[in-house]
């Protein structure tokens, strides 16, 4: 398992900072043929950290307008919540 084919990116906004720093929760986007299993998996193995819950959620893209004003759609996407055990922190350095 390659956990370069899983997450793509950590997600640093307002809500998910706040998540991490009152629950220890963790914000990724994903591949959308990741799985539960494969996250945690991939979560673990990058960050030397213990997981103790995978939430995914599956992201319609939303419809916009072209330039010309053709109705177009965004890609969808896929996110995944982990949560870690106790004590475990994922540092993160800008």
């Known amino acids: 398992m390659n956990a370069d084919k899983i997450l793509k ?4 906004t307002e809500k998910s900072n706040k998540l991490s720093s009152n629950y220890g929760q963790y914000t990724f ?7 539960k299993f494969t ?14 819950r995978v939430n995914i959620q599956n992201r319609k893209g939303k419809p916009k307008r072209s330039r010309q004003g053709r109705p177009i759609t965004k890609s969808d996407s896929k996110r995944a919540i982990v949560t870690l ?9 800008a």
Do not use: H, N, S
């Open 9 to 12: 990116t950590i997600r640093l």
């Open 85 to 93: 055990k106790a004590g475990d922190k994922i540092e993160l350095t």
């Open 29 to 35: 986007e994903v591949y959308p043929e990741a799985t």
């Open 39 to 52: 996250v945690r998996e991939a979560v673990e193995q990058t960050f030397k950290v213990t997981v103790t």
